[in-house]
Every structure is written in structure tokens, then in C-alpha cells.
């Protein structure tokens, strides 16, 4: 049978694996980390997954944790108004809902799967002299190691990358204790709260490894008031100063939050990276070639929440594209094609996400208004975070924005 190295177990990496084992492939996976130290280490994401993702884990029958992560069924945006009260609050309900598992629980749990079902787990950081060498030895090697050091196997593709540094300062804090949404008490639901010029406050629900808990994070405009968070390495300290941005640029969410604690000494994450797009297939000294997955090769802001979905999409993609190649060979052509595949529906992702984290034009403020007098609009918006591709018909362009507000307000 065919063999396949994959290097890195993330989101990604662990689909793929999963996916090509149970298809029969001779599987290798090179993790940087063994399952307990992810589980005990520090949250690395915030994870939230739309439906077509979570569809995807669950055709391959690995959504272990489904009947205990809490459903997210809706999608909310509030917008601070200068008075630090909300001039825009409403929520939009998703088609199928999301969830958040902390990757902890589910990286640690797909490895061991992995590993129980037979494939070869390696413990060991790849390095590029490691990838020229077993390039040589496997039919396909795939690189899904996520935004770190390998990246630069990969030229950056800067017709696809319109910025080069980061444009959001990341903080997340993991909590118990975080009161319901008051106008919503009855269901889960992400909220989106933006203060303009400043940043955005995220908080959603999520299974983690103490069980539910909810997550608040902040994405601060590098250089303004919530881009503090730099050199903080004790996580109360990070708590506490997420509850005073809280307190001061969104009060409706600090007014529920009083009472938080941290889930665990692991539980809070800081950092920033500039969006990147790079391209699929690097070449090793000696000339052999690898396949960037995911993050690797399209490394969009959180902004979106799209990362995760991102990466279970293309592992999806790639997993098909490898099965339908047969006994052929891996090359240059095949690899590109693969990417090129994925990019159809990544393109999207990547240029709705870069629209989202610069200021918003008139006719997007206008579409988020109506949004809080149109219900349909509400959930269209929602539903754009499963699918942004849909977001091409009706966020762009001004005059299709107008376009539809005018047939929702006829309707
Ligand atoms: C703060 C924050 C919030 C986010 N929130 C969301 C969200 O709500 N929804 C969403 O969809 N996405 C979100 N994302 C994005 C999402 O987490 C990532 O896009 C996604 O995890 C990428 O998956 P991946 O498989 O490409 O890489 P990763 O998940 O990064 O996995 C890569 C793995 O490879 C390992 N590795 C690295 N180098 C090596 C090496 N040399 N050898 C071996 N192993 C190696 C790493 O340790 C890691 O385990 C968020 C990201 C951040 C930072």
C-alpha cells in the first residue's frame, strides 16, 4: 500500500492521518508533541467549527465529543456605541450548529486513536534535513505543521497576501463561571462584539479539558488600548486584564463575567501573526517535494473563525484528491492541483477575512445594521461563517448590498 508521511498533528494533520488509515494507506505522523503534553499544555485556538466542518469529522466517524461539546446554534454582533452602551445587538441562527472542543482534548484523542488503530506515531520537531530525507522514503510527504518554523519551506504568495504584518493583537482566556446571554438565556450562541478602531471581543461556549467552560477573546488593533497583552506571562494577570477591556469597551459582556475564574494554569493563550498565503509545494535541498496543508500554505487572522474550518475543509479536499490519484505519482502537477482544488473554496475564506479586519465601508455598516431589523439578514450573515463563499452575492460590492436589503425589506 501507498506510504504517507504527514508531519504535524493539528487539526489537519490528524484528519488526514485518520482519514487516509482508514482507507487503507501505510500512514506515518511526526508530532512535535506527545498526547499528554498537549492535553496538559496551553490552549492553542479557539476553534470554533461551522457545520460543513464538523460534517467532515463526522464522515470519517471521528466527532468523539459531539454529545458533550455544547451546540452553538446562533451567531451574534453587538457594536459599542460611543456612549459605551450597544448601537447594534442581534443574533443571527445557524442552519446547523457549530462547537468548539479544545484542540487539547481532541489533538491528544485523535493521536491515540491513531496510534490504537495502528499507524506509526513519531514523536519528533521535523526538521528540513528530516524532510529530505524521508521524501525519499514515502510516496507523498504532507506538511501540516501549522504556522511554525517549516513555513519556510513555502514562498509566500504576495498577489495573495495583501499584508505583511500582523493586523490584530491575539488574547484568549479560558473560563468557568461566565454567565448566560441575557436576552438569550435558552440557547448558545458566539458573540461578536466590535468597538470600532479598537478590536473585536469573541466569547463563545467550548468543551475543554474540565469539561464546558466559555472562551473570551479579544483581537486588538496592534498598537491600540487591548494590544497589552505583550510580556504578560502569569494567566491571572491575563484574566484580569481582559476583564478590565471588558469592563471598559464592552460592559454588557463584563456585566456576566464577574464572577470567571480560569479553567486551568494552561488556559490563557497571547501572540500575533501576519495573514499569509503561501504556495502549495516546497522543494527540499535534495530535490524532493512536499505538499503544505492548511496553515502551512493559507494562514488567515481569527478574526473569522475560520482556521479550523479552514483546515478540516482542505484536509477533506486533499484526502480526496489522494484517493482519486490511484497508483500514480505524487508529483509536482498532481500537488498543484490538489492545492488548487482547496484554494476554491479557501479564496474565499481568506478574502472575506481580510475585508473583515480592515474598517468597515459604508454599505458593510449598513448590512450590519439592517441586520438588527431583518431577521433573514441576521441569519444570512450567521450562516456566511459555515459558508463565506455565499458572502461574494451580498457583502462586497455596494450596489449588490443594496441590492438585497432592497428584496428582504420587500419581501
Ligand atoms: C487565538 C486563535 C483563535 C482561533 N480561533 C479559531 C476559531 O474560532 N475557529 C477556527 O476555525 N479557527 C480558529 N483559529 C485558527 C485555527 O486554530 C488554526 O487555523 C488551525 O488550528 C490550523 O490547523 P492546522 O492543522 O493547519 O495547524 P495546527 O493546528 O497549528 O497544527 C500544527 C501542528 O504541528 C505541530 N508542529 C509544528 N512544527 C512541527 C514540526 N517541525 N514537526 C512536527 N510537528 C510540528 C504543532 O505543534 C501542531 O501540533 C484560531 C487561532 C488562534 C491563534
Not at 457594536?79 to 462547537?99: E, F, I, M, S, T
Not at 494554569?265 to 512536499?290: D, I, N, Q, W
Not at 477533506?316 to 476554491?344: N, V
Amino acid at each position: 500500500m501507498r506510504k504517507i508521511l504527514v508531519v504535524g498533528a493539528g487539526q489537519s494533520g490528524l484528519q488526514l492521518a485518520l482519514g487516509l488509515q482508514s482507507q487503507g494507506y501505510e500512514v506515518t505522523l511526526m508530532s512535535n508533541r506527545t498526547a499528554d503534553e498537549i492535553r496538559s499544555g496551553r490552549v492553542m485556538s479557539t476553534q470554533c467549527m461551522f457545520h460543513t466542518a464538523l460534517q467532515h469529522e463526522r464522515d470519517l466517524g471521528i466527532n468523539f465529543w459531539e454529545s458533550q461539546a455544547p451546540r452553538i446554534e446562533g451567531l451574534g454582533v453587538s457594536v459599542a456605541g460611543p456612549d459605551g452602551g450597544r448601537a447594534v445587538d442581534w443574533v443571527g441562527r445557524l442552519g446547523g450548529y457549530a462547537q468548539s472542543v479544545d484542540q487539547r482534548v481532541k489533538m491528544a484523542g485523535w493521536m491515540e486513536t491513531f496510534a490504537r488503530r495502528g499507524g506509526q506515531l513519531v514523536i519528533h520537531g521535523a526538521a528540513v534535513s528530516d524532510l529530505d530525507y524521508f521524501s525519499r522514503a514515502y510516496d507523498l510527504v504532507l506538511v501540516s505543521a501549522g504556522k511554525g518554523e517549516l513555513v519556510s519551506l513555502f514562498e509566500r504568495d504576495a498577489d495573495r497576501s495583501p499584508y505583511s504584518a500582523p493586523q490584530r493583537a491575539l488574547a484568549v482566556a479560558y473560563v468557568h463561571g461566565l454567565g448566560p446571554r441575557p436576552e438569550h438565556p435558552d440557547y448558545d450562541a458566539v458573540r461578536c462584539n466590535l468597538v470600532p478602531g479598537v478590536g473585536e471581543l469573541f466569547v463563545m461556549p467550548t468543551f475543554t479539558t474540565s469539561g464546558r467552560a466559555d472562551i473570551l477573546f479579544w483581537e486588538g488593533v496592534p498598537g491600540g488600548p487591548l494590544d497589552v497583552f505583550r510580556g504578560v506571562r502569569d494567566p491571572a494577570e491575563h484574566l484580569s486584564l481582559t476583564l478590565e477591556l471588558m469592563e471598559k469597551y464592552t460592559p454588557w459582556e463584563y456585566a456576566r463575567a464577574t464572577r470567571v475564574e480560569l479553567t486551568d494554569a494552561g488556559g490563557t493563550l497571547a501572540g500575533r501573526y501576519a495573514p499569509t498565503v503561501r504556495r502549495p509545494v516546497g522543494r527540499l535541498p535534495g530535490g524532493g517535494l512536499v505538499l503544505g496543508v492548511a496553515d502551512v500554505v493559507v494562514a488567515n487572522d481569527p478574526i473569522t473563525g475560520q482556521g479550523s474550518n479552514s483546515a478540516a475543509k482542505c484536509a477533506a479536499s486533499y484526502l480526496d484528491s489522494i484517493t482519486a490519484h490511484g497508483d500514480r505519482p505524487f508529483d509536482e502537477e498532481w500537488m498543484r492541483g490538489a492545492f488548487d482544488r482547496y484554494w476554491d473554496t479557501a479564496r474565499h475564506v481568506t478574502k472575506w477575512t481580510n475585508a473583515m479586519l480592515g474598517a468597515p465601508p459604508e454599505h458593510v455598516l449598513g448590512l450590519i445594521g439592517a441586520a438588527g431589523a431583518h431577521q433573514p439578514v441576521a441569519d444570512r450573515f450567521a450562516n456566511g461563517f459555515n459558508d463565506p463563499a455565499d458572502f461574494e452575492d451580498f457583502f462586497y460590492d455596494p450596489e449588490r448590498t443594496a441590492a438585497y436589503l432592497a428584496s428582504v425589506a420587500g419581501a
